[in-house]
């Protein structure tokens, strides 16, 4: 039988959170798996929560990322959408159980037994590791096709912050043509959904607590207006939406004012404390707070494709493997613009 194969990535041991580099196997490639080399792999807030344990569920050795993009090198007999050579991506999810009724209606995100990328327990009883190594094997239903001639350096977020703010301004109906929808925290998320909004024909108000952020929001991205807190009162009820991509604990109270009758508050953040619901806002002007969490599989690959077809990339910064300590520590105080990507193809040290 074939031996598992060798892979080289950096990951943690233990809640410090610490990366270093270790080496670690990925299965044979199977009947319907992809093999590929990872050439960018994004660093998502999720991966410091994990790293630290934050959430009380992670399992080490631990291999983070899940904004993986990179290049075929091995396909399994029974592949019919890929070929070695072929540029492709993977993101959040990499199984599910395709019989119940989320799998049935393409939303494997919602799925019970749905397998994350990384810090996923397989049937084996082995874990599945993420991006931040030389080489990611996924069976073909959860690879992402990367359209010819956009850049996979810039573009790895979108497989996991892109289709966090496009599947809910989609499924919520806040990418009509003249609505005037809100983005609260212009941050990872909420640059993207800036971006998204605008391609999607949307008036975009910005808000947000740093004064710095206005120019870039009105001038960079296009936003038709920008909110500090103090001036949240001026726009009361003029808004149809507004996606949350707020990470820190918040009242909502101020948000819901903004909405119109019917609006729709839509939280995409996870905070590290639950928000307070106000039920009187909500109740008398039949208001909504709604949540979404990434997207399945088949919008993912919309996702990338309109994209790609209106040139929307995250912006970010470029790192070696070996700075990713440090990438962390700065994401941890908010000191990145908007995304870490590590260049793992030309960066990561592989022994030959």
């Known amino acids: 039988m074939a031996k598992p194969v060798k892979a080289i990535g950096w990951g943690t041991k233990d809640k410090s959170g610490h990366l270093s580099q270790m080496e670690f196997t990925r299965r044979v490639t199977g009947d319907r798996d992809v093999q590929f080399k990872v050439l960018y792999s994004g660093i998502c807030h999720s991966d410091l929560h994990m790293a630290k344990n934050d959430w009380g569920h992670s399992k080490y050795p631990m291999i983070p990322g899940h904004e993986i993009v990179g290049v075929v090198t091995e396909i399994g007999s029974k592949v019919e959408k890929f070929k070695v050579g072929d540029n492709v991506a993977v993101g959040v999810i990499v199984g599910s159980c395709r019989s119940c009724d989320q799998c049935a209606n393409n939303l494997e995100n919602y799925c019970d037994e749905r397998l994350d990328t990384y810090n996923a327990v397989l049937p084996d009883g082995s874990i599945t590791y993420g991006g931040y190594s030389n080489l990611m094997v996924a ?33 919520y109906g806040l990418d009509k043509p003249g609505l005037h929808v809100g983005v609260a925290g212009l941050g990872g998320l909420g640059h993207m959904a800036v971006k998204f909004l605008k391609a999607f024909g949307v008036k975009v108000t910005v808000m947000d607590i740093v004064p710095e952020k206005k120019t870039y929001a009105l001038e960079t991205l296009g936003a038709d207006q920008f909110l500090l807190p103090h001036e949240l009162e001026s726009a009361k009820g003029t808004l149809d939406g507004i996606l949350d991509a707020v990470s820190a604990f918040h009242s909502v109270q101020a948000y819901l004012d903004l909405l119109k009758p019917h609006g729709k508050l839509v939280v995409v953040s996870l905070p590290e404390r ?72 030309n960066t990561l040290k592989v022994d030959d």
């Open 139 to 171: 069976e073909e239903g959860y690879v992402i096709r990367w359209p010819d001639n956009f850049p996979m350096d810039r573009g790895a977020p979108l497989v996991c912050a892109g289709i966090t703010v496009y599947s809910p301004l989609r499924y």
């Open 274 to 345: 639950s928000l307070e619901l106000p039920m009187f806002a909500l109740a008398t002007q039949r208001k909504m707070v709604g949540g979404s969490l990434i997207g399945g599989i088949k919008e993912t690959q919309e996702m990338v494709d309109f994209a790609a077809e209106h040139n929307i990339l995250p912006d970010v910064e470029i790192i070696s493997m070996d700075y990713v300590n440090t990438a962390m520590e700065r994401l941890a105080r908010g000191d990145v613009k908007f995304r870490f990507v590590i260049d793992v193809g």
